[in-house]
């Protein structure tokens, strides 16, 4: 899976996980995430996560619904987060297996392609 390129990535359509498949280690998960803009691996490695200063409130809305769009296509599923009214952080991981799997990188190719107001 570390040989996947973006391109590959947002290409990709996520699969159904319902457990059963191994977490990706942490240093897959490193290897990969050097080519997703933003993204970072938690400290105990079974998430990533992002953030964002949005413009305002409402544009921060704005992109949670973008999001929640892709989401429901892809049936993967993120922890979204707002704080101060316009701090947006973004975590993904898969439930099922307590790690991340191929659809958490796929994801947050993906999001990266959606557009946001961002604090000037
Ligand atoms: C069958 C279906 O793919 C699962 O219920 C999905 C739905 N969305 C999900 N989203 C996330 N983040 N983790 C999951 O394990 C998960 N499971």
Redesign the pocket.
Known sequence: MSTLTVDELVRKK??????GIPPVPADEARALLTHIEGWKLADDGTRIKRSWTAKNFMAAIDFFNKVAEL?EQD?????LHLEGYRNVSIE??????GGL?E??FILAAKINQLPIKIKK
């Open positions: 996520c699969s159904p996980c319902e457990g989401a049936g993967h599923h993120p922890d993904l991981w898969t439930h099922a297996i799997s659809n958490d």
